[in-house]
C-alpha cells in the first residue's frame, strides 16, 4: 500500500461520493426504523439490529467500488487481527450505525460514521442522521460543514470558551459518576444530553463547548467525528490531553477522552484526583 500522504484535492474529490454511501446506508437504516425490527446482543451486551447489518453491507459495498485498494474496517466487520491492520497505512473506519440504543428507543438521535484514516489519524469524516437527513462533512485542510437533506451546506465552526458558564454535551445512554464529578468541578454549566457521535458535532458547530467522555468507546465511534471537531477549529485528545490515535494496538477500544471547541484548554483539570 501507497505511504504517500493523500492531497487535499483528492480528500475533496472524495466527500461527495462517501456521503452519497452514508445517505444509502441512511435509507437502508430507515426502512428498517419505520417497521417492526428484531433486536439481538453482541458478547458485550450491547445491542445489535438488521439495521446494523443492513447499514454495514451498503457502506461495504460502496466503499470497496469507491476505493477497492483500500481495506475497510467497520464495527460489524469479523474482527482482525492486529498484526494483519498493522500494515495499513490507510484505510476505511466506519460505524454503521451509531447510537444502536438510541435506534431502538426510536428517538432519532443515532448516525452512520464514515473516517478515512491516514498514518493513525483520521483526514476525512462524515456523520449522516438519517432521520433528519442532516450530514457533517470535513477533511483534512478543506473545513467542516454541514448540510441538510436538500444538500445545502454551510461552515461549521467551534465557539469561544467561556467558562463562567460552560455549555457541556454529554451522552444520553452512558452518564455515570465520573462525569457527575468532572461536571460538579467545572462549575457554572449547562448539560446536553445527547446520543451517539451527536455530541461531538454539538461540539464541532459551537453549540456545546466539551464533551467529555469517562467510559469505554471503540475507535469507529470516535474517529468521523475527530476529523469535523479538528477540522471547525476544535480537539480531541485524551485526559492526558494528547490527541487520539488510530490502528497503534490489538484492542480497538479508546482511552477516555475530551472533545473540545477550544484546542488550548486543559479540560484534565477538572477531572477527580486519583
Not at 432521520?131 to 485542510?141: H, I, N, P, S, W
Amino acid at each position: 500500500m501507497t505511504t504517500e500522504k493523500m492531497t487535499a484535492a483528492e480528500l475533496q474529490q472524495l466527500i461527495g461520493p462517501v456521503v452519497d454511501i452514508a445517505r444509502m446506508a441512511g435509507e437502508r437504516i430507515l426502512e428498517i426504523y419505520n417497521r417492526d425490527f428484531s433486536i439481538e446482543h453482541k458478547e458485550d451486551k450491547s445491542p445489535l439490529t438488521e439495521a446494523d447489518v443492513a447499514a454495514h453491507h451498503a457502506i461495504v459495498d460502496g466503499l470497496s467500488a469507491l476505493t477497492p485498494e483500500l481495506p475497510v474496517l467497520s464495527e460489524e466487520s469479523a474482527a482482525l487481527p492486529f498484526a494483519e491492520r498493522a500494515r495499513w497505512s490507510r484505510y476505511w473506519l466506519v460505524d454503521p450505525l451509531d447510537g444502536t440504543r438510541e435506534f431502538v428507543k426510536r428517538n432519532g438521535e443515532f448516525t452512520v460514521n464514515i473516517a478515512l484514516i491516514e498514518d493513525h489519524a483520521p483526514v476525512l469524516g462524515v456523520i449522516l442522521v438519517p432521520v433528519t437527513g442532516l450530514c457533517y462533512y470535513a477533511a483534512r485542510a478543506g473545513g467542516a460543514f454541514r448540510a441538510g437533506a436538500d444538500g445545502r451546506a454551510t461552515p461549521i465552526r467551534v465557539r469561544p470558551l467561556d467558562t463562567s458558564h460552560v455549555i457541556v454535551a454529554g451522552s444520553r445512554s452512558h452518564a455515570g459518576g465520573t462525569l457527575e464529578e468532572f461536571l460538579r468541578t467545572v462549575g457554572s454549566h449547562e448539560l446536553i444530553s445527547m446520543g451517539s457521535s451527536l455530541k461531538s458535532c454539538l461540539v464541532a458547530e459551537g453549540r456545546a463547548d466539551v464533551y467529555p467522555r469517562l467510559g469505554p468507546t471503540s475507535e469507529w465511534d470516535t474517529a468521523a467525528a475527530h476529523c469535523i471537531v479538528e477540522a471547525a477549529g476544535g480537539r480531541v485528545c485524551d485526559t492526558a490531553m494528547r490527541p487520539l490515535r488510530y490502528n497503534t494496538k490489538e484492542s480497538l477500544l479508546n482511552p477516555d477522552f475530551f472533545v473540545s471547541g477550544d484546542p488550548h484548554h486543559d479540560w484534565s483539570r477538572y477531572l477527580p484526583q486519583q
